[in-house]
């Protein structure tokens, strides 16, 4: 007969038995789960990178498709672009050959007062340097040279030495301009890098400088408006004078920093101002370069309102105009000193299209170019010429 102690030995050898076949039952049954579940993300995974391998397919033929599309409408679009320039060549030439009349309605009697009033003031005959009866016919061509400096500025040649270097001037009241030894130099040069640095006594107003036989004409910075004579050889000024025009105004609406527009043309060196007496309008000064006297003064009936910029060639005055938002330039109103050249007399010449406005112009007798500074962009503009009318 079994003892006790073998009973209970007995018992408990079953219970660890069956505690061990139901645990093995549970990691059995875990690891089958187990088991599905890697199965199932294999599958999964599976699907995935067969869906992830034709959504790449679709996107690399759509990114074909796209390919072509750019193609075909880069083409599209030279071809367009090539049509605009086209229009715009034609819209010159009609514009050229028919230009639109100042909107300003003006009343008559007030059109023959004013000239009135500017014919007494000219009565002195104006005695002639030269026999230059030239006046711009059309812009025959534009050329872009680069872009150096800020939105406004002046650049110009020796307008008078022919002795080919080339000036910049950037900004409106700066006191270092740059000095090239030839325009070619300018245009391949880094920058102003290569230029010789030639620093004033004093800051410039506005950019209405004039370069003139190796001399540098510009108004100086103060609150009198005074015209300094420059040696650029030697590089100490010459002379100075303030000019004897009381109650002064911006001369141009566009570009209100310039005060006095220094120009130069065949018969020498000229003025372009504005005062309170004429506030509307545009005035003009014959200077003789030498001195810095004053030899004649003239009111014109061209408007202050909406111009940018001015030059002068052969005794006459041409003012360019724009609008707020910068537009095309446009050549709407002429004065010449001699009464050889009306409105009448010359068609609304407009520029070809550019960037901004022009804060200068500068013409070169020599070369009948215009030297323009364009928002920051230096310009060069061959003019076209034909003979004044015989009055």
């Given amino acids: 007969m079994m003892t006790a102690q073998q009973l209970l030995l007995l018992v408990f050898t079953g219970l660890v038995s069956a505690q061990q076949q139901a645990l093995m039952d549970y990691l059995e049954r875990r690891l089958l789960a187990i088991e599905d579940r890697i199965s199932l993300w294999h599958e999964q995974t599976s699907r995935y990178a067969s869906e992830l391998r034709e959504f790449k397919q679709q996107i690399v033929s759509q990114l074909e498709g796209l390919d072509k599309n750019k193609e075909a409408l880069r083409s599209e679009l030279e071809t367009v672009g090539t049509r605009v320039d086209r229009v715009e060549r034609e819209m010159d030439y009609l514009e050229t050959q ?54 406004k500025g002046m650049w110009t040649k020796d307008l008078g030495s022919g002795s080919g270097k080339a000036y910049v001037f950037n900004g409106t009241g700066e006191d270092t301009l740059y000095e090239f030894r030839s325009v070619r130099d300018f245009t391949t040069s880094q920058g102003t890098s290569g230029a010789t640095a030639i620093k004033l006594p004093h800051s410039w107003k506005g950019m209405g400088h004039a ?53 130069v043309d065949e018969e020498g060196l000229w003025a372009i101002y504005a005062t309170q007496e004429s506030e509307k309008h545009v005035s003009l000064a014959k200077i003789d370069p030498k001195t810095l006297d004053i030899e004649q003064m003239w ?84 003019l076209l010429m034909k003979k004044k009318l015989e009055v």
């Avoid at 540098?216 to 590089?235: A, R």
């Avoid at 141009?252 to 220094?262: A, G, H, K």
């Avoid at 938002?325 to 009448?344: A, E, G, K």
Wanted: charged share 25%; hydrophobic share 35%; with cysteine.
């Fill in 98 to 151: 028919n230009g639109a009349q100042p909107c300003v309605d003006v009343d008559d009697k007030l059109v023959e007062q004013q000239v009135t009033v500017i014919k007494e003031r000219n009565k002195a005959k104006y005695s002639k340097l030269t026999d230059c009866k030239d006046m711009i016919s059309s812009i025959k061509a534009m050329k872009i040279l680069k872009r150096v400096g800020g939105p």
């Fill in 211 to 263: 370069v003139y036989n190796n001399h540098l004409y510009y108004v100086e910075k103060g609150e009198e408006l005074k015209v300094v004579k420059f040696d650029l050889q030697k590089g100490s000024v010459v002379d100075s004078a303030v000019f004897p025009a009381e109650n002064q105004l911006p001369v141009y609406d566009l570009n209100p920093e310039t005060y006095i527009d220094l120009a």
């Fill in 299 to 382: 009111d014109t009936p061209c408007l202050r309102e909406n111009a940018e910029a001015a030059f002068v060639i052969c005794g006459t005055v041409y003012v360019v105009y724009n609008s707020k938002l910068p537009s095309r330039s446009r050549i709407q109103c002429v004065f010449d000193v001699s009464d050889m050249v009306t409105n009448d007399d010359v068609p609304v010449v407009y520029f070809p299209k550019r960037y901004g406005a022009h804060s200068s112009l500068k013409y070169s007798p020599l070369e009948q170019l215009l030297y323009a500074w364009d928002d920051g962009y230096q310009i060069l503009y061959k």
